[in-house]
């Protein structure tokens, strides 16, 4: 209501008041994560973007990107007519694993887009290794684990970039949002040029009132600026995050118990130290009960969503498949001779992203959010699954 009512609805006005939230959020998000500067934007896509640019990413480049993460992460990439190169996972932390991001180097690799998923992180330290060993740039996808760290430092502080989304199903959320962090002032110079068409933070008093931005220009940028009702959501949600992430962390806990108990079901985690850094963004179950596996992660979610009323789904398609991520639609690869061949999406063996999407459903964290009662809901929903799979199989059949 005060924004509302308010002579600043964004950054990109003129305001009787010097204190944007944009800007105390900015500030204080990039603190959290142990960063000097934040950039916040008005999306995780748009922060990717920005990121990107700010490095010089683009056409003839290669960015090696997991192959089973969010279209954006490939898409960004493609939008500024570089080369995602789609890398397989690790079947146990379905993160992208850092062998098959050394083996898909190649001469005109620039860049290694670092994504933390669902319930596990990254092994940032090993991808932060082997980018320093083969003079690459790490850039950090932070947005499916805000509030988590590895014993080699905070998620959100590795990286020359690190970049986060506060989309409705984060867990920092605000609807839609985005933000970018780094210590290097060059990279925040052109962080904020590229989201606020050229301009960047003014602290300077204008005639008619505060302006938040200076017309430097230099740098053909985009509108791509967080307005203050969402900053101002933000700015009181990152006050909530970490005690959120212990509640969800105790009650993954307790699912877990329940769930070895009942067999057939298993919480899919990374097994990297410093357990208690982990996050629960969402929670990927693995089958490994016969029967539940013949019904497939489509018909075992919406059963389960059903019994549960939970939004609970299949894993993101692997990116050789998925029908989001189309490169060839980029103006800059479809006309750029000989890239084509270089983009498309099949060329790449994703075996173990594949039969992860086979064997996996995920829950969305709001479901941890509650208490034990919510906890045995749970469990009891996939006891009983998993005791009516095969009668289950049978209608599947007969409605076809
Ligand atoms: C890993 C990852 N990166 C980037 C994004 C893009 O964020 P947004 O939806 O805010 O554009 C998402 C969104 O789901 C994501 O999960």
Redesign the pocket.
Known sequence: MEILHSSRWTITARSRHPDSYERRFGTAFAHSVRRAFGVPCS????A?TIALQAVGIGPGDEVIVPGL??V??ASAVAHLGAVPVLADICPTSLCMAPEAVEAAITPATRAVLA?H?YASRVDVGRLQNICDERGLLLIE?A??AHGGSLSEGVIGSFGVISIF???QTKLLAAG???IAVTDDPGLFDKLQKFRADGRIYSDAPLDGGFYDLSDIGGVMGRNLCMSEFHAAILLEGVQRLDSENRHRATMAGELSSRLDAIGGMAIVRDDLAEPDGGTFYKIPLSMDDEALLRLGPVLVSRALSAELNLPIAPLDLPLDRNPLYQPLTSPLIARTPGLADHVDPQRFQLPNAVAAWGRCIALPHECLLGGLPEVDAIAAGIEKLRAQASRLAVLDRESK
């Open positions: 999306s995780g896509s748009a990717l993460t969010w954006a992460c994504v998923m996808d947005s499916q989304s506060f989309q839609e949002g985005g």
